[in-house]
Every structure is written in C-alpha cells, then in structure tokens.
C-alpha cells in the first residue's frame, strides 16, 4: 500500500506559482504549511498502519516528512526519483504568466507528455524515474504500508499508473497542499487508486 501525501503549503504555493526542483530557491513550508503538515500526521496516526516514511529531497517535502515521522515513530528515507518536475524557465511563474510568455511551449506541454517547459522536464521524463523506484519499492518490500511524502507530478503519476489511464490525466486531477490518496498493489502485478485528494483532516 502507498499512502500519497503531497507536502503542505509554500509560499509558491499560496499563490498559485509554478514551483518544481529547479527553481533557485527551494521554498520552504510556510507557516499554514506547517500545520497541515501537522493535520496530516495527526490523520496517519489515527489511521495507522504506516512502516516506512519516503520523501522528496526537496525542503517542503522533508519537512512534511519528518512531521509526519515523528509522529508515526518512524524514520524519513530521502528519495531523489521523488522530486518535483524541473520546470525550467517557468519556474516561479504563475500559469497566466507562462501563457503570455510562453504560449507555443505551454500549449505543446499540455498536449503532449513528451513536450518540457524551456530548459525544464517532461511529464514522461518525470514518470521514467518514478516508474522504477516504485518498482524496486514493490519487490523489496511487497507487504509493508509505505508513506510516500511528494509533489503534484509524481503522486499523481503514481495514481494515474494504478487507474491504467493516459498522461494526460495528469490535467483531471486535483491534489491540494497536505491531501492524502491511497494505492493498493497486489502480487498479481494489479493495482487499485482506494482514495484520492482526501482533505478531511484539514476543516
């Protein structure tokens, strides 16, 4: 079972900004980030199950990670495949600002998983490194509930790969600051999206 918790609220965030792995500054949680963060590790408490804690390298991730740690009593593993898309030069921007500057790139970018913002990464590029860490989790690992602490792009690939459905899928679904989804996989080679963008625990 994979337990997907996308990180709590940046700053970038808040204001809509595109904010992927190669911006200059790796914004951290904002203060409203930290109590989802907290909320959230309340709710996994509650739930239970957890073994095993996942992150992003990126800060927002880590730190959502190690409140979500300490809570479960479990150690944070840090995991470069989770990282954000490296969204090149739109990184910072928000999506009407790419779309004045960059509407030839843009519309490419959503119409094809293969198109990357300038200097940036694909979503397949994205899904090429997701694809064998979750892989190489499942066979080291078949029984365990993992947590997997991360950003839009590689939980929602995680949820898109479980429903079978095209990259371009990516698009109709919504992951909010802190949501937690659910993947079940089975020894069959199946899997099952049980849950997604959950936000209960935040009211």
């Not at 509650?46 to 150690?75: D, F, K, Y």
Request: net charge neutral; glycine share 6%.
């Amino acid at each position: 079972m994979l337990v997907l918790l996308r990180h709590g609220e940046s700053a970038l965030t808040a204001q809509k900004r595109f904010s992927g792995s190669g911006a200059a500054v790796d914004p951290p949680l904002s203060e409203r980030g930290l109590r989802q963060a907290a909320q959230a590790a309340a709710e996994l408490a509650v739930r239970g199950g957890v073994q095993a804690v996942v992150s992003s390298p990126l800060a927002r991730c880590r730190r959502t990670a190690e409140i979500a740690a300490e809570r479960l009593g479990v150690p944070v593993e840090v995991e470069p495949a989770l990282r954000e898309t490296d969204f090149g030069a739109w990184e910072g921007l928000t999506f009407a600002e790419v779309r004045e500057r960059f509407p030839d790139e843009l519309t490419a970018w959503l119409r094809s998983p293969d198109a990357a913002p300038p200097g940036g990464e694909s979503i397949a590029e994205v899904e090429r490194r997701v694809v064998p860490w979750r892989d190489a989790l499942l066979a080291a690992a078949p029984e365990r509930t993992v947590l997997v602490v991360s950003h839009v792009t590689p939980l929602k690939t995680l949820a898109r790969l479980a429903l079978g459905a095209p990259a371009q899928a990516l698009f109709r679904m919504d992951l909010a600051p802190a949501s937690l989804s659910e993947v079940a996989h089975y020894a069959d080679g199946n899997a099952s999206l049980r849950m997604l963008n959950m936000t209960s625990h935040l009211r």
